[in-house]
């Protein structure tokens, strides 16, 4: 097709107004033109607060719709970026997919694997393009990684993400009218969240998968919950999450997640592990691994052994770079067709998700080993996929 790709966007809140600026600046350069927002909060789609936040952003040109409904049916739009909580779908990805609009859906797509299965099927019935908002997938130093790995066999990964709970942002959803958070924290709410493993945590599961180049086979969970003296103040989400996943080539991946109140402090520490050698996140993405005869007549030196995989500085790789590295693919995709732009799609994401939602489900089961397979197939985890709302 010819561009501009006519984009409409559903839920203009928090992340809905980092994709606006990516989209603006995309839109400078012809390559999307926004024709259409969705939000039932007026407030969130007046000009004054969208300018506030894309100082380069004009409504000129696009039609507001008070519901998501409203823009599928609208005809305006080729591609919809849905970017409303994961647990406020309705079936709005299925009528969609049906009106053969491609899909943007920000990760989680819901809550509730049964719901995910459906909103597939229906991409996968109309054969349109889709992808899932891993934007990490989209930064240089780990697509870097990505590309280092190729032909080598990764044997473990860690990720500890340390955070804590001032770090959640004040949400744009009414929560409140909703029997969710008074302060709109949703992220810190697990009816709303699913916990940070599931609304936070997936992003390291898959940066984890992109890297090896590898499907979660298999995981086994245990959170330490947070006081419920604390729930009310704190939310109600765990304190702390120790995550392993057994990927299917054999890797064993560690997720450790923590969020504690009052710290104030957020840091991270990565390892990944191949059969000869050790990767390091440093200021230069590094790898220490000796080339030569081995075992060497002298103990080689750490300059001698680190080998630097992609030069830094690395920006966050969760930013407004990668953001819009992940819009200009998928618009680009669809509009020169070449799929092989989008490093996802929404059925590849579904271990991501499901991998997640299991690690929920296996500390529920005290540390249960869940296979992956069985949890999205299997009768004995029916009632753990089913939306108890549908
Ligand atoms: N990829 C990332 O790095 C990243 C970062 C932040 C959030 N997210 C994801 O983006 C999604 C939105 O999160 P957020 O932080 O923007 O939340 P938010 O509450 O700030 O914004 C959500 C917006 O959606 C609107 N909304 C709610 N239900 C709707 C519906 N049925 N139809 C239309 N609009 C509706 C709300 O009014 C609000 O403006 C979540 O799935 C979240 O996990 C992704």
Do not use: C
Not at 30 to 38: G, H, M, R
Not at 79 to 103: D, L, S
Not at 162 to 178: L, Y
Not at 332 to 349: A, G, M, Q, Y
């Amino acid at each position: 097709m010819t561009g501009p790709l006519r984009i409409g966007l559903i839920g203009v809140g928090q992340r809905g107004l980092n994709h606006i600026s990516a989209l603006t600046k995309l839109q400078q350069d012809e390559i999307v033109q926004i024709t259409a927002l969705a939000d039932p909060y007026p407030e969130n789609l007046a000009d004054s607060k969208i300018k506030g936040a894309v100082s380069a952003y004009s409504s000129s040109g696009i039609a507001m719709f008070d519901s998501a409904d409203g823009l599928i049916e609208s005809g305006l739009v080729d591609a919809i970026w849905f970017v409303i909580p994961p647990n406020q779908h309705r079936g709005e990805i299925e009528r969609a997919a049906m009106r053969e609009i491609a899909i943007f859906a920000e990760k989680p797509q819901s809550l509730f694997l049964d719901d995910i299965i459906s909103q597939d099927a229906a991409i996968t019935k109309a054969g349109i393009a889709s992808t899932v908002g891993f934007q990490m997938r989209h930064d240089r130093g780990y697509t870097d990684i990505h590309n280092y790995l190729q032909g080598k066999w990764v044997a473990a990964m860690t990720m500890i993400a340390e955070t804590s709970v001032e770090n959640h942002g004040v949400k744009h959803t009414r929560t409140e009218e909703q029997g969710g958070p008074a302060n709109r924290v949703w992220t810190a709410n697990r009816a709303w969240s699913g916990t940070s493993i599931v609304e936070a945590g997936i992003h390291q599961t898959d940066i984890m998968r992109y890297w090896s180049d590898d499907e979660v086979e298999w995981v086994r969970a245990t959170y330490t919950d947070r006081p419920a003296e604390l729930h009310d103040t704190e939310g109600d989400n765990p304190i702390a999450y120790t995550v392993t996943y057994g990927m299917k080539k054999g890797s064993v991946a560690n997720l450790l997640f923590t969020k504690p109140a009052r710290s104030y402090y957020s840091g991270r520490f990565d390892y990944i592990i191949h059969t000869h050698g050790t990767i390091k996140l440093e200021d230069d993405f590094v790898d220490y691994r000796f080339d030569g005869e081995w075992p060497p007549e002298e103990r080689p030196t750490v300059d001698e052994v680190r080998h630097v995989i992609s030069a830094g500085p690395h920006n966050t790789a969760m930013g407004a770079e990668s953001t819009e590295g992940i819009a200009e693919a998928f618009a680009t995709s669809i509009i020169e067709d070449k799929p092989e732009n989008r490093l996802n799609s929404f059925n590849t994401s579904i271990n991501s998700l499901a991998s997640v939602l299991a690690a929920n489900v296996s500390n529920d089961l005290d540390g249960e080993k869940i296979v992956i397979d069985e949890f999205i197939n299997d009768d004995k985890y029916a009632q753990y996929r089913k939306n108890p709302n549908r």
